[in-house]
Antibody
Framework: QVTLKESGPVLVKPTETLTLTCTVS??????????VSWIRQPPGKALEWLAH???????SYSTSLKSRLTISKDTSKSQVVLTMTNMDPVDTATYYC?????????WGQGTTVTVSS | DIQMTQSPSSLSASVGDRVTITCRAS??????LNWYQQKPGKAPKLLIY???SLQSGVPSRFSGSGSGTDFTLTISSLQPEDFATYYC????????FGPGTKVDIK
């Protein structure tokens, strides 16, 4: 069974750096054609894709957020990590990780992050 | 960057209705188009990938069509569990989601 689970802080302060971890099971992060994306959704708003890491370690970022994002993976730990710098209250959202194979076929449950002083 | 638009932004329909949602890309994306369903408080669920391929386990009343810049998601006979928000997503160049279409009860 393929699962993904997000973890990280519930609350961060403005200007801080957010670090989120996606722990996967049921597949390997080195499987060809598979990758993992991070997506977020502010309350009541649409989905926004943030970043993606491919099986060959190639990375792709949202143009609008590229300067603030870093995605990486540890295949041995089955983890994908996203860091987002200089957090702002507008970054308050539910953050999801998802496996991409044919489309984003398996999603984590999401983790809610609030940015507030 | 490729921009995605959806129409309508919301619609009201009855059980048994045929529902069509349109998605348009700002440039040609071939068939690199996916559709997702999201219910309140839940993660999105993949319905259709590669414009017209039905994801395993998804009811056959869902179908997708289109290529290039214009795409359609059709629900042939709306069921109570289909009331949700639907998003299209391009995967031709990185990824972009559309703004969503909310389907609610008439």
């Amino acid at each position: 069974q393929v699962t993904l689970k997000e973890s990280g802080p519930v609350l961060v302060k403005p200007t801080e750096t957010l670090t989120l971890t996606c722990t996967v099971s049921g597949f390997s992060l080195s499987n060809a054609r598979m990758g993992v994306s991070w997506i977020r959704q502010p309350p009541g708003k649409a989905l926004e894709w943030l970043a993606h890491i491919f099986s060959n370690d190639e990375k792709s970022y949202s143009t609008s957020l590229k300067s603030r994002l870093t995605i990486s993976k540890d295949t041995s730990k089955s983890q994908v990590v996203l860091t987002m710098t200089n957090m702002d209250p507008v970054d308050t959202a539910t953050y999801y990780c998802a496996r991409r194979w044919n489309g984003m076929d398996v999603w984590g449950q999401g983790t809610t992050v609030t940015v507030s002083s | 960057d490729i921009q995605m638009t959806q129409s309508p932004s919301s619609l009201s329909a009855s059980v048994g209705d045929r529902v069509t949602i349109t998605c348009r890309a700002s440039q040609s994306i071939s068939s690199y188009l996916n559709w997702y369903q999201q219910k309140p408080g839940k993660a999105p669920k993949l319905l259709i990938y590669a414009a017209s391929s039905l994801q395993s386990g998804v009811p056959s009343r869902f179908s997708g069509s289109g290529s290039g810049t214009d795409f359609t998601l059709t629900i042939s006979s709306l069921q109570p569990e289909d009331f949700a928000t639907y998003y299209c997503q391009q995967s031709y160049s990185s990824f972009t989601f559309g703004p969503g279409t909310k389907v609610d009860i008439k």
